[in-house]
Structure formats: structure tokens, C-alpha cells
């Protein structure tokens, strides 16, 4: 589902489902479009595609939760773990003005050292799509979740994507920022650590927002992208769920 106004992203989701539950995901994307925070839309497009090929069946990343202050001790969290993780300061500090200044609907795509852009179109950015979790997977993940007080579809569904784009060839990390001016909470994610949840990293009321995604500076743009766009990849098991931890825990598993 794809939802504007005057050709302003609103709202975006993305599911895979047997075809029995169709009509009832297409009805929940549409009241979800139909009353989002960022405002309503003008346009909602559904497009609906039965899958070519078997999807692959991938874990969800494991899962933690920063004990935070401020919202500037969230970027001063973010930086450091990114620069753990192997980006440049170049590259995390084009990321900072990407997610603060532009409002694209997909993600970007940079390198990890010399922070280059590698998406071919840098006004739509990639995005990660065909992807989806198991009936018995997200029963299990809505107990958990409610267990953490944040059975919430945007944390589900970012969980679920960030499994992904962490899956997908010479991705090295994510940095994620909801678009939604409401909600604060956004997270960092790398295949070597995991998905963590970063509260207070927006302040409330900016409709700026966005993902970037970290790639091995001698990564193949074309292969990540169909990966990212095009392979079909569900959650059929869950990594762990840590709770709250320190900052500097979550630091110190990014390297050294
Ligand atoms: C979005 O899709 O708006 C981004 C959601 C980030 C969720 C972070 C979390 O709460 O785990
Ligand atoms: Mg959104």
C-alpha cells in the first residue's frame, strides 16, 4: 500500500500473506492510510502480486532497547555505534543531514567509508519491500511484544524490514527515523548485533524522517537492489529479545 497527498508520501506498507487473508490485510492498510498522523491522502494505491518465486525464510534480528536521557544522548549513542560498526564519520554525519533534511519515500543507499550514494535514482531511494513473517512467527512476536508493552504494528512491521535490509548482500548497518511526527522511537540495526530501539531519537512534531542504508564501499548496488526490491524473504523464526541495556553494552558488541 501506497498512500499520498499531492504527491506527499503518507503513508507506505507492505505485507505477505496466503490468499485467503488478502481482503482483510488490503482493509487494514487502507484505514491505516486513511488515518495516519501525517495527514490524509488524496491517492492509496494497492497493488496486489502473487510471489514467482518462494520466499526465503530468514530469522528476525535480535532485539534491544537503549536506556536513554535526551535526544541528544540518542545521536550521541547512534554515532558512536555507527563508528563501531565501521562507518566513516563522513558517512554517519550524510546520513544525519539526509534523514533531517529530505523527505524521500524510500530508503538511501551509502557506502560505509567515502559515504557515496549508490541508489540509481537518490530522489526515490530504495526500498525494501516483498517481505513478510509467518502466522506461527508473529503469533509468537505479538506475545512478546506484548510482554515489552510495544505490540504495535510500526515496531512488528520495522522489525520485519530491518530482518531484511540486515540480510541483503555487503549491508553493513541501518539508521532508521519514522517519518511520523508522533512517534519518537527509531532504531539502529546491523546484522552483527542486531535491532535496536533508540526512544527520543525525533523530537516530537518533524515530519522528517527516513532510513539509510550502510553498504561495503565495493558492494554490488544492482545485486543489493534486487535483494532490497525484489527477492521475497518472510521471519519464520525470532532471535533473541534483551530488553533495556545500557548504552555502552550495545556499544561495546559493535566492535571496538
Ligand atoms: C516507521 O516505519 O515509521 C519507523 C518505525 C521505527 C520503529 C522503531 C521501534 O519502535 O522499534
Ligand atoms: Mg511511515
Known amino acids: 500500500m501506497r498512500a499520498e497527498e499531492a504527491e506527499r508520501h503518507i503513508s507506505g506498507a507492505e505485507a505477505i500473506v496466503p490468499e485467503e ?6 482493509e487494514a492498510f487502507i484505514k491505516r492510510a486513511l488515518n495516519h498522523s501525517r495527514g490524509r491522502p488524496d491517492t492509496i494505491h ?13 530469522s528476525s534480528l535480535p532485539v534491544y532497547t537503549i536506556k ?4 541528544a544522548d540518542a545521536w550521541n549513542f547512534i554515532r558512536k555505534a555507527l563508528q563501531r560498526l565501521g562507518i566513516s564519520v563522513d558517512a554517519v554525519q550524510k546520513a544525519e543531514e539526509i534523514i533531517h533534511t529530505e523527505q524521500m519515500r524510500g530508503a538511501s543507499l551509502m557506502t560505509a ?9 537518490t530522489r526515490r531511494g530504495v526500498r525494501a519491500t516483498r517481505l513478510g513473517i509467518t502466522k506461527e512467527a508473529e503469533e509468537r512476536l505479538n506475545r512478546i511484544l506484548d510482554e515489552m508493552g510495544v505490540n504495535i ?11 531484511k535490509v540486515a540480510s541483503a548482500p555487503s549491508v553493513i548497518g541501518e539508521i532508521c527515523v ?11 540495526s546491523s546484522p552483527k548485533v542486531g ?10 512534531g518533524s515530519l522528517k524522517g527516513g532510513r539509510v542504508f550502510f553498504v561495503d564501499e565495493d558492494c554490488n548496488p544492482k545485486e ?33
Do not use: W
Open 21 to 26: 487473508d488478502i481482503l482483510e490485510k488490503a
Open 46 to 58: 494497492i497493488t496486489i502480486e502473487e510471489l514467482k518465486q518462494p520466499p526465503l525464510y530468514i
Open 68 to 71: 536513554l536521557q535526551s535526544h
Open 113 to 121: 567509508i567515502n559515504a557515496r550514494r549508490v541508489e540509481p535514482d
Open 153 to 163: 504494528t510500526v515496531v512488528k512491521e520495522a522489525l520485519i524490514l530491518a530482518s
Open 178 to 188: 519514522s517519518d511520523d511526527p508522533y512517534y519518537t522511537t527509531g532504531y539502529l
Open 195 to 204: 535491532y535496536i530501539r533508540v526512544p527520543m531519537i525525533k523530537e516530537e
Open 224 to 256: 543489493i537492489i534486487e535483494y532490497l526490491e525484489r527477492t521475497p524473504v518472510m521471519i519464520n523464526r525470532l532471535g533473541e529479545f534483551h530488553g533495556e541495556v545500557e548504552p555502552e553494552h550495545v556499544i561495546a558488541l559493535c566492535g571496538c
